[in-house]
């Protein structure tokens, strides 16, 4: 197993354009977390499934923000509309119960 | 609502020393505790993770960490550091439920390694 997988790696878009993230979970895992983090913080959840259902939404995943996770397996997050506030690293884990998430390395989005 | 406080930023160390990153955490039920570490660009590498039973628990890359309930504790401590353990460390709590709304971490301590 590779671990968690997150295309791109790196994403320069200009403000207005949408952009989407790919992560691809550990295979076996049925939960997947979408984080962003900012520079000097700690990741900030943004949003969680199991399986294909979307359980869980924070106030930070503004209406501009969808996320997928068709037949449970890999989930796209998209944004529309970009802003320069949008700037941060986007982070994705997967997990099972009781046993703590495993993050990919995220994807680096600079709005200019 | 859950919370982890870091109190210190930036912690230098000189290399070969021992190490003891601080960790409080606030959590009405039994928490679920973890410690990553992130590397400049990377993604987060989980260390160890407390849940139940031995409040002294061993991690990867010879670190430990200890659970101390009275305190709301979860310090992470290693014998001798190396100079590869310079990075980013961040202590999260989860809910007891099995981390149905993911982890809430803390913002992180950044760890310089004197030579």
């Known amino acids: 197993d590779t671990g968690v997988s997150q295309d791109p790696r790196h994403k320069i878009t200009k403000r207005g354009q949408n952009v989407t993230f790919r992560c691809d979970p550990i295979?076996?895992?049925?939960?997947l977390y979408w984080y962003r983090q900012t520079l000097g913080q700690g990741p900030e959840f943004l949003t969680y499934?199991?399986?294909?259902?979307?359980?869980?939404k924070s106030r930070l995943l503004s209406d501009r923000f969808s996320a997928e996770r068709p037949k449970g397996s890999f989930s796209t997050l998209e944004i529309q509309r970009t802003e320069q506030g949008d700037s941060a690293m986007y982070l994705c884990?997967?997990?099972?119960?009781?046993?703590?998430?495993?993050f990919g390395s995220g994807t680096q989005l600079s709005v200019l | 609502a859950q919370s982890v406080t870091q109190p210190d930023i930036h912690i230098t160390v000189s290399e070969g020393a021992s190490l003891e990153l601080r960790c409080n955490y606030s959590?009405?039920?039994?928490?679920?505790l973890f410690w990553y570490v992130q590397s400049p660009g990377q993604g987060l590498q989980l260390l160890l993770k407390?849940?139940?039973?031995?409040?002294l628990v061993q991690g990867i890359k010879g670190f430990e960490a200890e659970f101390k309930r009275s305190q709301s504790s979860f310090n992470l401590r290693k014998p001798s550091v190396h100079w590869s353990d310079a990075a980013e460390y961040f202590c999260?709590?989860?809910?007891?439920?099995?981390?149905?709304?993911?982890?809430?971490f803390g913002k992180g301590t950044h760890l310089i390694i004197q030579p």
């Open positions: 884990a997967s997990s099972i119960i009781r046993d703590g998430l495993f």
């Open positions: 295979s076996e895992h049925n939960r």
């Open positions: 499934f199991q399986n294909e259902a979307q359980l869980e």
């Open positions: 959590y009405g039920a039994t928490p679920y």
């Open positions: 407390y849940f139940s039973g031995d409040t």
């Open positions: 999260a709590v989860g809910n007891s439920g099995g981390g149905a709304d993911g982890l809430t």
